[in-house]
Nanobody
Framework: QVQLVESGGGLVQAGGSLRLSCAGSGFTLDEYSIGWFRQPPGWDREPVSCITRSGGSPYTEDSVKGRFTISRDNVKNTMYLQMNSLKPEDTAVYYC?????????????????WGRGTQVTVSS
């Protein structure tokens, strides 16, 4: 059974950092593309960043470029999202997901398995 469990969310002041982790089980991470998505209050879920199986990055949301970094540790079957210089507008529930080896545009429709999400709140 495929499971993805996010951790590392919380409350942080603007300018601070958090590292989200997503531990996977029931599958082999290096066979999949990985992605992080977020859903701000009252908004639809949106992509943050994705990496294909080979390590290519088909997408990083403009507002997080230079601040957020997606990575993977295939040995630990875990993916990460390092978030620096956080802003109040980054407040959202953050989800990790896995998809086929090659995704085209980091769309939510491309990803099959999802975690349950972790809340990130950035205070001003």
């Amino acid at each position: 059974q495929v499971q993805l469990v996010e951790s590392g969310g919380g409350l942080v002041q603007a300018g601070g950092s958090l590292r989200l982790s997503c531990a996977g089980s029931g599958f082999t991470l290096d066979e999949y593309s990985i992605g992080w998505f977020r859903q701000p209050p009252g908004w639809d879920r949106e992509p943050v960043s994705c990496i294909t199986r080979s390590g290519g990055s088909p997408y990083t949301e403009d507002s997080v470029k230079g601040r957020f970094t997606i990575s993977r540790d295939n040995v630990k079957n875990t993916m990460y999202l390092q978030m620096n210089s956080l802003k109040p507008e980054d407040t959202a529930v953050y989800y990790c997901a896995i998809g086929p080896p090659l995704v085209k545009e980091c769309g939510t429709y491309e990803f099959e398995y999802w975690g349950r999400g972790t809340q990130v709140t950035v205070s001003s």
